[in-house]
């Protein structure tokens, strides 16, 4: 196993570089200046010429990666975090990845630096503005989805019986399915099982709404999502088709 070193890793787009005058010979000249004024000893530079920030699918990153889990790298040192990524997801991922193999992240833009107490409250405060915003989509979701259940709009699978109407929003009854559902219920009143009811589709050569075939499982379903509606009746948002 190689010795431990701080790797600076160093990134510009050619379209950066041409709009911002960006380089990566001051991106380096500024790491290493900062490297040597902190003692982080022994460096490698490793640079991503021309590629975007968008993905992590980056020959340098790759490599700075491959280091870092055979626990080859003490401390990544960047200009700024955005020369890592630019994604929240990417940079919770990389800061996972460094804090499990003990590395240490320097940003100079945001004078971070995860091995002191401030710098870790920092990362603490971005996964904490991250959780913040994942529960604030969610409660947006469902305030959106209660609201197209109140006015009979729907999104995803068409429950067995209906079709999206023209309007490509609201349900509409499918006849030969609502005939289906009607045998299914009277067979159900009549104290047939499900694995009974099933059989019996399956015998008339009943397709479900997939096209597949019928088990005791997709009956039951089936019946939940059309539960206390009569024939006509919008079908609940979540209610999967069978």
Known sequence: MR????????R??????????????????RLKG??????????????DEGWSAKSLRRPGVEALLS????????????????????????????????????????SLGE???????????FIAMLGALAALEREQ????????????KMTGKTTGSTPYGWRLAADGSTL????????VLADMRAMRGAGRSLRFIA?????????????GRWSAETVRSTLKSAEGRPAGAPAPLSAAAA
Do not use: W
């Not at 010795?3 to 160093?10: A, F, W």
């Open 137 to 148: 989509v969610g409660e947006r979701t469902s305030a959106a989805m209660g609201h197209l």
């Open 111 to 121: 004078r971070l630096d995860t091995s002191s107490a401030s710098g870790r409250f």
């Open 67 to 106: 280091a870092v889990r055979k626990g080859e790298v003490a401390a990544v040192v960047v200009a700024k975090l955005d020369r890592l990524t630019r994604s929240r997801k990417d940079l919770e991922d990389l800061l996972a990845l460094f804090a499990s193999r003990g590395v240490a992240l320097h």
């Open 3 to 10: 010795s431990k070193r701080t790797v600076l890793y160093i």
């Open 12 to 29: 510009v787009s050619s379209e950066e570089q041409a709009r911002e005058g960006v380089s990566l010979a001051d991106q380096e000249t």
């Open 34 to 47: 900062y490297s040597l004024a902190m003692n982080l000893g022994a460096v490698e530079v490793v640079r």
């Open 172 to 179: 509409e009854a499918l006849p030969e399915e609502q005939e």
């Open 199 to 211: 059989g019996a589709l399956t015998a008339r050569n009943v397709p479900t709404k997939r096209g």
